[in-house]
């Protein structure tokens, strides 16, 4: 790699500006017929028509006889917009070919046709996004390693790391630092881990040089060094593209610049446009405010567009505010038109979505706003995309997902196909992945359905997984549940070959031929073309079934399995290389906030404005520290930094409206203060709902009016009229609604003929909570797993296998097989996933010290029993048994960071009913008489060893136990599922669905109070 001309000429051109000339208010051919001659930089704000400017000039300049211009453009979506506009306009035109690409596809282009020239042996293959990850991890996990890590090692194997470093790369690549620079960097700056990685990137490079492989900064950096050693090339290139016209010009980065000078200086003319305040890709090497400067260094002239044809009234005003608060100079800006800028606050992401679709849906059918000419816009999609989505569907609005990150695979019915590949080859992830899998078209449940499983599985005291797996018969479901459940398993079952058998492509296919689910969307498309909903299905499958090709085109014999294990961090639409799949349908687009750049829509919702979305208030700065390339900054001006890139975000989402800008915000468990944002353009956000609350739909009316029916502080009149209303709507089956229904007459028993059968966890719940013994195992709510529970599985894993001696007791055997168990996706973020490796590495220290001699003496692992305490059955598993002098000892192991107390331990119901357990179980029995029961705590040292606290026998302790015991069964047995005052309520998932809480406390009243009211009849 070489720098060349341009890389930071955009910054270090002293030259005073000129005054930049305005242009006259007209359309955009006119103002294009007036442009100057030589190179021209256009400034101007949001919506002052840049685009349409460049659009026309382009036109007007392939128009002209041997006229020829390349239009460059930040995003292929662009690209696309602007080569459709200029086809319909085209007719007439006489000079070269039409061209509107991005800088990735212009520097391919000028790769492959000049391969020959550049030191692959053949036309060089652009690596994907989740190849070129892939490749970074290939590298990473090599054996012997390609560069040695030091202190960094513990970290190599983990998908943050390879996630830190195929972003740095890139990121080097882009600013045109070469590995040779980067160490110079890291000397100067004493960056010892910056050394490592430009040892790391010089080996990168030269794989990719040796593989005949490009990846998409590696290639505008090649062509770059093309032009640059082949002038015979420069010359004829700048030729072909006569005069090149840059959209977006402020998002320029290093390597694209090069690229730029180069043309210009190979004779070609340039016309630039952007806006000098809106630079919003600095964290892929653009320079904030450098367009001026940008300009000088092309001996451009500067001129100005004044007159937004978007923007206007409080809308303009709350741009400006923002753009005068930042350190760069904002282009001068007026308006014609009204955009209205609303806020609203909500109690939680539920309601805010719900009240962007209202909005959306009133907008549509009171306003006559088409959906297409409507966006939802988010800062971080991960936390509102979902709820959006639901409550859109559930208003019925179309919508369709925009570019940008991870779209397609946000797309649910992909969602659900990967799902079933990641469980037919894991299937110890079933508690986490089958639930969704089972109520996803290819299970066919619905919630309902699903409850009713689970109920099954609960009562047949299974997992839902082991339960899954029994033949249709045991599982006590209805047929149509039983046959739907079976289907799902084949499947599976079938799939399991595929994953791993058949290469990726291929293996979508055979899912595509035998799932039932897709030949029914095939022929639902058939019967009814205008669904939207199944549109949008088969093109999300197409794309996908595109990706998986180009997958197995990179990587030839690359199944299923090859591409889950880069999945999780690709970002396959946002590659430069893919084919854009075309919204075909009038529908909402749903953005990211980076997406919705160069777009323009009437009515604009940007949801999740709250503290910590926009601005993002914490970053992950990892170990590389990538931002520090683009200046060592102290951390007062970093963060100034970012608050200012934040803020150009912020004005980028409020500028794409032409008539309406909506922004909302809500809490998450009691946190979220509205964006500062919100009060630097002077706007508070209301809690009044942001649209007229008169029903929209049907189904709407017929919930208002049955709370009127309800309502007995309504006149009778008024409420006699709603339900002579209801009962004349269309579709409205009052007979089908649950309050109209009576109890159940005669339920079926949790306990056949009064014994439970039950594991000493649940009944531990049953203790402390009756209540939320019912919600949890009886009715099946808590489906929760939690990165915690996958923690300690993998910690017990490793303990057995040491103990076992199938791990070697040596500190490096221990962390390989450590490492290539944590799952760093478990975890919420990086920051908690980079925690629990190192408390894992510190357990593992602990245990290779302390713990390894004992355990190794260990009688046995993983010992489930079953034994019968009045007529009910009780099971469970002990993680360990010990030897003692006298006798045996029981070992649990938690992995909760807070031991318990001696007390708390002498009264654990658990290790009481272990005592029991060893009494009784005939295999257990058999090892000798229990003398200590112990919870361990590896993440506790205490003396050199893991914390650990204990209960001990006493003479009468099996009769006390059952004493404690027996009443508990019963009264789980006789369904006795009050809740307890006095119960620990701190981690309780069903606060909002329990009367001893105010959030919870109508749930069950309203019902019974209702029922006795009515005889019975709730
Ligand atoms: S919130 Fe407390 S009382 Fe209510 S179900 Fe949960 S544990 Fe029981």
Redesign the pocket.
């Given at each position: 790699m070489t720098t060349g001309p341009g890389g930071d000429a955009a910054t270090h051109d002293p030259r005073p500006a000129a005054a930049p000339m305005t242009l006259p208010d007209a359309p955009p051919a006119a103002i294009a017929a007036q442009l100057p001659d030589g190179n021209l930089v256009v400034l101007g704000g949001p919506g002052s028509g840049k685009t349409a400017m460049l659009e026309a000039a382009m036109h007007d300049i392939l128009g002209r006889p041997g006229g020829a211009a390349l239009l460059v453009t930040s995003s292929r979506q662009a690209a696309v917009a602007s080569t459709d506009r200029l086809l319909a306009r085209l007719e007439r035109a006489a000079g070269g070919s039409l061209a509107c690409v991005t800088w990735h596809a212009f520097a391919r282009g000028l790769v492959t046709s000049h391969a020959d020239l550049l030191p692959y042996r053949g036309e060089p293959r652009p690596l994907s996004g989740p190849e070129q990850w892939s490749l970074v991890r290939e590298l990473l996990l090599h054996d012997p390693p390609v560069v040695q890590w030091g202190e960094l090692e513990p970290l190599v194997g983990t998908r943050a790391f390879t996630d830190e470093l195929a972003e740095l790369v890139l990121a080097c690549q882009r600013r045109l630092i070469s590995p040779e620079d980067l160490e110079e960097r890291a000397r100067a700056g004493r960056r010892p881990a910056w050394a490592r990685a430009a040892a790391f990137l010089a080996h990168y490079l030269g794989h990719l040089v040796l593989a005949d492989l490009v990846d998409q900064a590696g290639m505008v950096v090649q062509a770059g060094d093309l032009l640059e050693d082949h002038p015979d090339v420069l010359a004829a290139t700048a030729v072909q593209v006569g005069t090149v016209l840059v959209d977006e010009a402020q998002e320029l980065d290093p390597a694209q610049l090069r690229l730029l000078h180069l043309l210009v200086g190979g004779g070609a003319r340039a016309i630039l446009a952007g806006d000098p305040a809106g630079t919003t890709d600095a964290f892929r090497g653009a320079r904030p405010g450098a367009l001026p400067a940008l300009a000088a260094s092309l001996d451009a002239r500067t001129l100005l567009l004044d007159r937004s044809r978007r923007l206007g009234g409080p809308g303009l005003d709350a741009v400006r505010r923002l753009q005068s608060a930042g350190p760069d100079a904002a282009a001068p800006l007026h308006g014609g038109g009204i955009t209205r800028l609303e806020a609203a606050s909500f109690p939680g992401p539920a309601e805010e979505a719900d009240a962007i679709a209202r909005l959306l849906q009133l907008a549509h059918r009171g306003d006559g706003v088409a959906y297409g000419r409507m966006a939802v816009l988010f800062p971080t999609p991960r936390r509102m995309a979902g709820p959006i989505r639901r409550a859109l569907e559930r208003h019925g609005v179309p919508y369709r997902l925009g570019a940008g990150e991870r779209q397609l695979l946000a797309e649910p019915i992909v969602r659900h196909l990967l799902d079933l590949f990641r469980l037919a080859l894991e299937p110890g992830r079933a508690d986490e992945l089958l639930p969704s899998l089972l109520t996803s078209p290819l299970g066919g449940l619905d919630p309902r359905e699903l409850r009713a499983l689970r109920r099954a599985a609960v009562l047949a005291d299974r997992p839902l997984a082991e339960h899954v797996a029994a033949p249709a018969a045991e599982l006590g479901t209805a047929p149509p549940i039983a046959v739907r459940v079976a289907d799902l398993r084949d499947l599976l079952d079938r799939v399991r070959h595929w994953a791993s058998e058949l290469e990726a492509d291929r293996c979508f296919w055979e899912v595509w031929r035998h799932a039932p689910v897709f030949g029914e969307l095939v022929r639902r498309a058939e019967a009814d073309p205008s669904d939207g909903g199944v549109a949008r299905q088969l093109d999300a499958l197409t794309a996908f079934s595109r990706v998986l090709g180009l997958f197995v085109d990179g990587r030839p014999t690359a199944t299923m399995r090859t591409y889950l294990d880069v999945v999780e961090r690709a970002d396959f639409v946002s590659d430069p290389w893919l084919p854009q799949s075309r919204a075909r349908m009038d529908a909402v687009a749903l953005l990211s906030v980076y997406a919705a750049k160069g777009q323009e829509f009437d009515v604009v919702a940007v949801a999740g404005c709250h503290e910590g979305a926009l601005p993002r208030t914490s970053w992950v700065e990892g170990v590389f520290e990538a931002w520090r390339l683009d200046g060592d900054l102290d951390p007062v001006a970093h963060s100034r930094a970012v608050i200012g890139s934040e803020r150009r975000r912020f004005v980028l989402a409020i500028s794409r409206a032409r008539d309406r800008v909506v922004l909302t915000s809500s809490k998450v468990d009691g946190r979220g203060e509205p964006s500062r944002f919100l009060s630097e353009i002077g706007v508070t956000p209301s809690s009044e709902p942001l649209a007229d609350q008169n029903p929209v739909g049907a189904l709407e009316a017929a919930g208002t009016l049955r709370r009127f029916a309800t309502d007995r502080a309504r006149p009778a009149a008024e409420r006699l009229a709603a339900v002579t209303t209801l009962a004349a709507m269309p579709g409205v089956d009052p007979t089908t609604w649950w309050w109209q229904r009576d109890w159940t007459a005669d339920p079926e028993p949790i306990a056949p003929e009064g014994h439970l059968r039950t594991s000493y966890s649940r009944i531990g719940t049953y203790e402390?909570?009756h209540?939320?013994y019912f919600?949890s195992s009886v009715v099946g709510l808590d489906d929760r797993t939690s990165y915690q529970m996958a923690f300690g599985k993998l910690m017990h894993t490793i303990f057995e296998l040491a103990a076992k001696g199938e791990i070697p007791d040596e500190p490096t055997a221990l962390k390989a097989a450590y490492r290539t168990r944590f799952g760093p996706a478990w975890f919420p973020s990086r920051a908690i996933a980079h925690q629990y490796w190192r408390d894992g590495m510190a357990m593992l220290e602990l245990w290779h010290h302390g713990e390894v001699a004992a355990a190794r003496r260990a009688l046995r692992f993983e010992v489930a029993f079953e034994m019968e305490v009045a007529g009910h059955v009780v099971r469970g598993r002990i993680d360990r048994v010990d030897a003692a002098d006298d006798g045996i000892v029981l070992v649990d192991y938690k992995t909760a960071r807070t031991p318990a107390t001696e007390e708390e331990a002498r009264r654990s119901l658990q290790l009481a009913i272990y005592y029991l357990a060893a009494t009784r179980d005939p295999e257990l029995a058999a090892l000798g008489v229990p003398v200590e029961m112990q919870l361990v705590y590896p993440a506790q040292a205490r003396g050199g060893r893991f914390a650990r606290v204990s209960q001990r026998p006493g003479p009468d302790h099996a009769s006390l136990v059952e004493r404690r015991l027996v009443p508990l069964l019963d009264g789980a047995a006789a369904e006795a599922f009050d809740?307890?005052?006095h119960?620990?309520?701190r981690f309780?998932a069903?606060?909002t669905i329990?009367?001893?809480?105010p959030q919870?406390e109508d749930f069950l009243a309203t019902v019974v109070g209702a029922g006795r009211e009515q005889g019975g009849t709730p």
């Open positions: 402390d909570c209540l939320r919600y809740p307890n005052p119960a620990d309520c309780c069903f606060k329990c009367p001893m809480w919870g």
